[in-house]
């Protein structure tokens, strides 16, 4: 579904993504992880246009990404830190979101509903926790029914019950045959929904494998674990 | 027998008027030109006329080339016939005292250089009036030489020429005395009004407009007055040069603009006297060179690029109860030697104080700003004029003035404009 | 793109600043002109206001809405909207509240107290200064990422397009005033925007002194329709170009 064909992204001295390839397929859902600054977060904003890699190309179903911005209204986004203009309600965002995408989908109003957003349509956004935004930035994210949902530390900030209403909706999304790519730091929470793990290290792709074979392949019981055991061995 | 002898005197004496007085109206005979009238010929007419006979010519277009005027008759036009000189010839040549001309249309007379032929031309004569006649595309309209009590009076002047070169002046007069300039409009032309050596004459209610050089243009012309002209969009404005005793009154001097273009240039006069005139959105208002003895009082100088320019070559000008108002600069100069008075003027860029409420500004006022000497110098910096630099530049003067010359100055500013 | 306007022009309104600029430029030109007694010192009044408040506000105004508007088209860029779509609504939306506000503010009393040509001419210009200033706030805002460098270099600029040029303009004068420069000043006079502006106007308010002396130049210059017409044109670049320049840096900006 999506294909990433060699990309590289320089920041002044640093490089975030060194020659990366990468192929994602629909019903995946994918866990990417790495230690800080090792690219994750440029890999997904690339993938959704918003840093533009120096080389290599980027195809979302088998076109390229570069120049076009229509392949974005099959994604859904959950910045690590949603960041909304501070004067609007959330309301306002979301109905500010629904008419730019002009969206023709059925709407899936389930988070809206379960993370009671509606009580709070009146709250401006510089007002809100830190959670709450979260719980804003999963709505959106999940509103449109996207074919891809991208999920840059989801749970983070999110108390356990929303976590949980979270983590179900990412796992009825995977059922559904969406394509997930979630960042964490934290592997256990994603342990019972990931299909596939990503490794990555200073831009370098070091780790694509089924959590499956990962765990055969350690002799581990968890991916957490298996993780671990690959960095004491030096494998990673 | 007594009153028989008184009667025969009497007869006597109304014999001896009629002979002496053969040209006066009672004898006088009147000769008529037209194409059904006795007469032709203009020239035919004039040539059998007598002294004192009027000539009518009636309604046509005569094509008679040069006709001489040489004896004292009034040539009067029933009906404005066209008199046309077809671009060769001097179409009047007035050579006799005392001829009168009136209701004639002149057109296009002869353009010879060298003789400088005009519509009508006054050679050495007295008493000569020129009056009600219309003037078009002549090369000059009405010439006077060695003239006396000559009256020019009510007529309209036109010449429709592009180049300079290639046109005389509207009303011309050398080396005459005591002529009547009154109610005449002259377009077009080079000069509206030349005088060369021409004095002690009346310059009355003219217009002069449009013209390609100079709307009045004088020259060693003393003891002259010139009352309730207008003078609009000259080529160079009003020039007078090399004069004495010039009285100018409720003249008004308006939008002559150009490089060198002025309301008026006062060129080495002396003893004149200017009041209520008006001028108003001249480039340069007045332009004083090389004068002195000259007084300025009551006249308006309103939207002008310059109101007064007062060069360093001037002494004993006296710029009194004048109005300036709405000026891009009130009075420039170009040194930075001062000899002479401005007084209880009005100046609408004055923002002193009055507070003893004698209608007198309480601090003297510097009419002479920083920039406009800058311009004087350096005249392509008019291009940031208003610009905040040179605003600041001139408050910062207006509050410590250190070049700007310190004697320009009105230290009686009056607080209300004068009604004028 | 329309959409993105509405919401761009409904923040700008709720923003206040707007409505107050507003309500300060009435202010400040109905008292200029009712409380001088001739309309012509209230147009210096208004002429201030143009050349140097209008730019001011309108740069730095743009320049701050723009660095917070940084949420605003990070949110949008994740979505299916083309980027030039989001930078041209911000530059419009800016570029309409301004124009109005300055309509509003200045151009109102402008058509009751000065001549129309007069006060076309200064409409105009103001409204074309808003814009050009929108534009020149949007190219530093592109240029660095800090917001205090960015109402730094904005700020730079207004000083140096309204104040600092001129004095070197006048200096050259000064340093060159025994060779024929009026063409050369002409020339550079294209190169700020404002000193165009004031040109133009100047060419209406003090038109008899414009007649004189180089006026000749200028007058033929900027005065007559092909003049006009290329003087509004080279404004018009001044807004082009920056924006053309800062949408070619945004298309390429990481977020």
Known sequence: MIEIKNITKQFGKLTALNGLSLTLNKGEC?????????????????????????????????????????????????????????????????????????????????????????????????????????????????????????????????????????????????????????????????????????????????LHKDTEDLKVATGQDTIARSIVHLLKEGKL | MNIKEGHRYRILWWVLVCITASGSNIWAAASWVGNDKPYRSIQAAVHASLRGDTVYITKGFYKEGNIIIDKPIAVIGIGKPVLDGELKHEILSVKADSVYIKGLQLQNCGRAVMNDQAAVKVYDSKNVVVEGNTLLDNFFGIYLQYSKHCIIKNNFVKATQEKEYQSGNGIHCWKSDSLQIIGNRILGHRDGIYFEFVTESVIWRNIAKNNLRYGLHFMFSHKNAYFTNYFKNNGAGVAVMFTKKVVMMNNTFEENWGDAAYGVLFKEL???????????????????????????????????????????????????????????????????????????????????????????????????????????????????????????????????????????????PSMIPYTL | MIRILKYVAIDILKNKIVIAYTIM??????????????????????????????????????????????????????????????????????????????????????????????????????????????????????????????????????????????????????QFADYPIEKVVVFLSALSPIDLCRILILLRLDVSAMMGYTGAIFKNFFGNNIGLVFSFSLLALWIIVPFFFSLRKFKKKDL
């Open chain 2, 270 to 412: 002396s003893d004149c006297y200017l009041s209520g005139n008006k001028f108003y959105r001249n480039t340069t208002g007045i332009f004083f060179d090389g004068s002195s003895r000259i007084t300025a009082e009551r006249n308006l100088f309103a939207a002008n690029g310059w109101g007064m320019r007062l060069q360093a070559s001037c002494m004993d000008i006296v710029i009194a109860q004048n109005n300036f108002t709405g000026n891009t600069f009130d009075v420039a100069t170009n040194g930075t030697l001062t000899l002479n008075k401005f007084y209880e003027n009005y100046w609408d860029k004055y923002e002193g104080y009055d507070i003893d409420k004698d209608k007198v500004g309480d601090v003297p006022y510097h009419p002479l700003s920083l920039f406009s000497m800058i311009v004087e110098k350096n005249p392509p910096a008019m291009l940031l004029y208003r610009s905040f630099m040179v605003t600041l530049l001139d408050k910062s003067e207006k509050v410590l003035p250190s070049l700007t010359s310190d004697e320009f100055v009105d230290k009686k």
């Open chain 3, 25 to 174: 430029l009435a202010l400040f030109s109905w008292s200029a002109f009712s409380l001088e007694d001739n309309s012509s010192k209230g147009l210096l009044t208004v002429l201030n206001i143009v050349l140097l408040t209008v730019p001011l506000v309108s740069v730095l105004f743009s320049t701050i809405y723009v660095y917070n508007s940084n949420e605003f088209i990070e949110l949008l860029v994740s979505h299916p909207v083309k980027r030039s779509m989001i930078w041209k609504a911000l530059f419009i939306g800016l570029s309409l509240s301004l124009v109005t506000a300055y309509v509003i503010g200045v151009g109102i009393p402008l058509l009751i107290f000065a001549d129309w040509a007069t006060g076309l001419i200064m409409i105009l210009s103001g409204a074309l200064l808003s814009v050009i200033f929108v534009a020149i706030a949007f190219l530093s805002c592109i240029v660095t990422r800090d917001k205090a460098k960015g109402i730094g270099v904005s700020i730079m600029l207004w000083l140096y397009f309204a104040l600092l040029f001129d004095g070197l303009v006048l200096f050259l004068f000064f």
């Open chain 1, 30 to 206: 994918i866990a990417l992880i790495g230690p800080n600054g090792c690219g994750k977060t440029t890999l997904i904003k690339s993938i959704l246009g918003m840093v533009l890699p120096d080389k290599g190309d980027i195809f979302f179903e088998g076109k390229n990404i570069k120049n076009d911005n229509e392949y974005r209204r099959h994604i859904g986004y959950m910045p690590q830190i949603g960041r909304y203009p501070e004067n609007m309600t959330i309301g306002q965002v979301i109905d500010m979101i629904k008419g730019i995408r002009h969206a023709h989908e059925v709407l899936d109003n389930s988070l809206y509903e379960q993370f009671e957003i509606g009580n709070m349509l009146d709250k401006k956004m510089r007002t809100l926790s830190g959670g709450t935004t979260q719980k804003v930035s999963a709505t959106l994210a999940f509103l449109f029914q996207p074919k891809v949902l991208i999920l840059d530390e989801p749970t983070a900030g999110l108390d356990p019950i929303a976590s949980e209403v979270l983590k179900t909706k990412i796992l009825e999304a995977r059922e559904k045959g969406c394509l997930v790519l979630i960042t964490s730091h934290l592997l256990s929470e994603l342990e019972d929904i990931v299909s596939q793990v990503i490794f990555m290290q200073e831009g370098n792709l070091v």
